[in-house]
């Protein structure tokens, strides 16, 4: 399976706790995206890297979530103290570099948080 | 800050019916997409419309860009149970991102 995959699937935490999900995009796809669903919303815009670089943070990303992709393959997104309102899934996208043509984002499967 | 609305927001629908799902923004995208996600996964594109006015047809789907590139519509022609799950459009802003609608849950009754 050559899609986006991210881990864990589901994660459960108390209040408080630090989290960190990981994200493996397209083997050959630069660009990748970080979004947040709410049960019976659309997905939300977190953060976006080209590479390694992160070129755009959501002001819904406060202080407790850090983003990274230290050599422009996968990324984790920390959230730090957890709240219950955090809980959500957290969906990753890749697409490929712009110059190919298309800015088609392909998600993953999601990790879905519950904070309790 | 940029929005787009979907209506409706649910729909209950028997097999064999039409429908349409409208999208609507009061901003311009420089494309639009449409994604269909089933419970507990990704939403996964259906199709990408660029130009303002232009019509795309996947089997039964079809949809359509507004001329002026801020609202489209999703029309289902003989529905199916298959077609069953939240629908969600999505505007591309300058910097790739996504801006998504607010998602329209499709049940269709056999």
């Known amino acids: 399976d050559t899609g986006v995959s991210q881990n864990p699937r589901h994660k459960i935490t108390k209040r408080g706790q630090n989290v960190t999900f990981r994200c493996d995009p397209i083997s050959e796809h630069n660009r990748l995206y970080w979004y947040r669903q709410t049960l019976g919303q659309g997905p939300e815009f977190l953060t976006y890297?080209?590479?390694?670089?992160?070129?755009?943070k959501s002001r819904l990303l406060s202080d407790r979530f850090s983003a990274e992709r230290p050599k422009g393959s996968f990324s984790t997104l920390e959230i730090q103290r957890t709240e219950q309102g955090d809980s959500a899934m957290y969906l990753c996208?890749?697409?490929?570099?712009?110059?190919?043509?298309?800015?088609?984002?392909?998600f993953g499967p999601g990790t879905r948080l519950t904070v309790l | 800050t940029q929005l787009l609305e979907q209506s409706p927001q649910f729909l209950s629908i028997q097999e064999g019916e039409n429908l349409t799902v409208y999208c609507n923004s009061s901003?311009?995208?420089?494309?639009l997409q449409w994604y269909r996600q089933e419970p507990g996964e990704g939403p996964v594109l259906l199709v990408t419309v660029v130009t303002g006015g232009e019509v795309k047809k996947l089997k039964r789907l079809t949809f359509q860009f507004g001329d002026a590139r801020k609202d489209s519509s999703l029309h289902i022609t003989a529905a199916q149970p298959g077609d069953t799950g939240l629908y969600l459009c999505a505007g591309e802003t300058l910097r790739f991102k996504l801006i998504f609608g607010t998602g329209t849950r499709l049940q269709v009754f056999p």
């Open positions: 890297f080209q590479n390694e670089a992160q070129l755009e």
């Open positions: 996208a890749s697409s490929p570099p712009w110059d190919r043509g298309s800015n088609e984002q392909f």
């Open positions: 901003s311009v995208f420089s494309s």
